[in-house]
């Protein structure tokens, strides 16, 4: 017949029984490379703002914080520095050292990881209101884990246990988005409880984007579909993390890409989007990234310049959107190459016709009509997290301990590896488990928190543990969007100054939160505007629960530099003015087709707080009472590195601060354009 057949002899060397290996080097090298970016992001926009936030004469100095632990003014201490220079410092070595993460892989290391966790957490303890942000405690606790996913020494193969390290990495994703859509509930929230959620949130949210416009001109039907599609994502896909199938896994991820997209689309929420993107793309393996071939078919002709680039950039993302939405697809084509691809395909399949009827009876969300409503009350919500917090937990464990055996396995099976290497490999993937079981074990407190019962069976010893380890958030509880604040129309804080008490008030413009009616949203990613998003939630209360804000009004009667460095307008640019007040009004969008071209209106709601005057004493007494007065004292210290970093802010001073930011995210991938062409060295590929 033409073939040869080869029959087996008792010579016949014996078949190897190497394990097939599922490699995640490239998912590693793309959750270190995002991070690197948010660090550099967060460090960055931190040192543009810091004088104002946290100078001798900013917001909210930082000598008068009193941090517990490690922070900068340990630093500024111990190297004798005075402390605005310190923080400065710091943020500059942070943003080179994140600059360099990202560019060259080689430098993903853990103890360059460790060095950006203690230098952000440094500026985090005396931060206070203005970095008490979820996302910063999320890069922190992402920071720690990246010590554990992080090679020792640089190298450009797989460890044996990524698996293991990746896997603690998809639990804090699970953990994020998980609470993040249960919370939503367990609140009470009635505009979450109704559906109507997303009639306010476009309008409402700190800094929307021009596109958020758009979207709340969208009819309610779809914005109750589009809440009923981010219970689904957020509290459904998270467990798709824990499918033994990679293609199941990999539709959990892309639902919650989706997700981020859609968020960063309307709004500007910094470096948040990009550090949950990490986060999630750990449950994936390296055959569900994108490959060389494919990032040189969408990379190569913007590189070739010219008019020809002009046009291949403009439809660059549409072919980005193209692949994403052809994703399922190609997994289903795919499945009749073999048949481990068809049982995946089928899981697949499985989940999307299944996931609606799972929630409606397991979560009780459903669809009548033309549009959504829940179908179910809050005893049922509390039975469905009274089995689905455990089933989490059990999930985790098994999922867990599978990935600590196939590491023993992978090892142990190898057939290219000396038995003193695998002894060594069997030791470090030891270490790594028991260090990566432990923290695990710690982050059960905060995920139960969703269910006490189950709570209340973690023993005593790991609950305290975590409270012993709480105040360096390695773990953290999470709950994004707990509840829609704005309904009715969002609150904001206006500042007036004026030179009589009663007359001729003149009106301060903020950087980039709502003020001038007919000014458009800004497109701000991934800076965060501390001071803007501090204004919003402080609109949300009374000045009495934000002494901050009397402080902002006091440095501004003393017209603080470093403080109208924050305003984007003031009126009163050569004198100060004698009184300050604000106002809080509610702001709505304006509808389509309105005649003014307006972005904004806005109705008069009430006063915020009176004028002030210097004189007054009632404003020193405040002050004095939250400690705002308390004097700087730096007599000794060395400063001799002063003129140097006034020389670097003189020329950040100048520029505005998202272009800063793009050119610095921009100028870290400098490394990996060869004539123009992008390098795939990037995500160690």
């Not at 798709?240 to 929420?269: C, D, K, S």
């Not at 695990?440 to 005593?460: C, G, H």
Request: include cysteine; hydrophobic fraction near 45%.
């Amino acid at each position: 017949m033409g073939v040869k057949t080869q029959k087996m002899t008792e010579n016949s060397p014996t078949p190897k029984l190497d394990l097939p290996k599922v490699s995640t080097y490239r998912v590693k090298h793309w959750f270190l490379c995002c991070l690197a970016l948010c660090h550099l992001a967060a460090f960055s926009s931190l040192y543009v703002q810091w004088p104002g936030l946290y100078g001798e004469e900013g917001v909210m100095p930082a000598h008068q914080a009193t941090p517990h632990g490690f922070s900068v003014k340990t630093l500024a201490e111990t190297f004798n520095l005075p402390l605005k220079e310190t923080a400065e410092l710091v943020c500059l070595i942070g943003t080179v050292l994140a600059g360099l993460l990202t560019a060259f892989p080689a430098l993903r290391v853990s103890p360059a990881y460790a060095l950006l966790g203690a230098l952000y957490f440094s500026l985090y303890q005396v931060g206070r209101k203005f970095l008490w942000f979820q996302w910063d405690i999320i890069l922190i606790e992402t920071t720690c884990l990246s010590v554990f996913v992080a090679p020792l020494f640089p190298t450009k193969h797989s460890l044996p246990h990524d698996n293991i390290t990746l896997w603690l990495v998809r639990w804090l994703a699970f953990r994020l988005m998980f609470a993040s859509g249960v919370v939503k509930l367990t609140s009470g929230c009635p505009t979450w409880w109704g559906l109507t959620a997303m009639n306010w949130h476009y309008e409402s949210q700190c800094i929307p984007t021009p596109l958020a416009w758009f979207a709340h001109q969208t009819p309610p039907c779809i914005h109750q579909l589009e809440v009923i599609g981010t219970y689904l994502i957020e509290i459904l896909f998270p467990f798709l993390f824990f499918a033994p199938l990679a293609a199941v896994r990999a539709m959990g991820v892309y639902a919650q890409v989706f997700l981020m997209i859609m968020i960063m689309l309307t709004g500007n929420y910094n470096f948040f989007n990009l550090i949950t993107c990490g986060l999630v793309i750990s449950s994936l393996d390296d055959n569900y990234l994108p490959s060389a071939s494919t990032l040189v078919k969408y990379i190569s002709p913007v590189s070739n310049g010219g008019l020809g680039a002009v046009a291949a950039l403009i439809k660059l993302p549409f072919k980005l959107f193209k692949s994403l939405v052809k994703l399922p697809y190609n997994v289903v084509v795919g499945a009749a190459k073999c048949p481990f691809r068809a049982i995946s395909t089928l899981g697949v399949l499985s989940v999307l016709a299944t996931s609606g009827y799972l929630m409606r009876v397991l979560g009780g969300v459903g669809v009548e009509g033309n549009c959504g409503k829940l179908t179910f009350n809050r005893p049922e919500l509390e039975w469905f997290l009274a089995h689905f917090v455990p089933l989490a937990v059990v999930m985790g464990v098994v999922s867990l301990l599978g990935n600590v055996a196939r590491a023993y396995l992978h090892t142990l099976m190898s057939s290219n590896k000396s038995k003193l290497m695998k002894l060594g490999e069997v030791i470090q993937t030891s270490v790594v488990s028991c260090a990566v079981i432990t923290m695990f074990a710690v982050s059960l407190v905060p995920i139960t928190e969703l269910d006490r019962e189950t709570q209340n069976k973690i023993p005593l010893s790991v609950q305290e543990l975590y409270h012993r380890t709480r105040q360096y958030h390695i773990t953290n509880s999470y709950g994004l969007f707990r509840s829609m604040t704005g309904v009715g129309g969002r609150p904001e804080v206006v500042f007036e100054g004026s030179d009589r008490h009663d007359g001729d008030w003149q009106e301060f413009e903020f950087l980039y939160k709502p003020g001038d009616l007919s000014r458009a949203p800004p497109v701000v990613t991934p800076h965060q505007p501390r001071l803007d998003w501090q204004m919003w939630f402080a609109a949300l209360g009374s000045y009495k629960y934000n002494p901050w804000i009397i402080n902002l009004a006091y440095r501004l009667l003393n017209n603080s530099t470093d403080v109208n460095n924050l305003i984007k307008h003031n009126p009163f640019p050569d004198k100060p003015p004698k009184f300050i007040r604000a106002l809080k009004y509610r702001y709505h969008y304006t509808k389509f087709g309105n005649a003014t071209r307006d972005w904004w209106t806005r109705d008069s709601q009430e006063e915020y707080f009176p004028p002030l005057a210097l004189y007054q004493p009632t404003l020193k007494e405040f002050l004095d009472y939250h400690g705002y007065t308390t004097p700087l004292s730096e007599e000794h210290v060395d400063k001799t590195i002063i003129p140097y970093l006034a020389m670097i802010r003189s020329v950040v001073d100048k520029t505005d601060p998202v272009v800063l930011i793009w050119t610095l995210c921009l100028a870290s991938f400098l490394p990996h354009f060869k004539t123009l062409r992008f390098r795939f060295s990037l995500f160690g590929i």
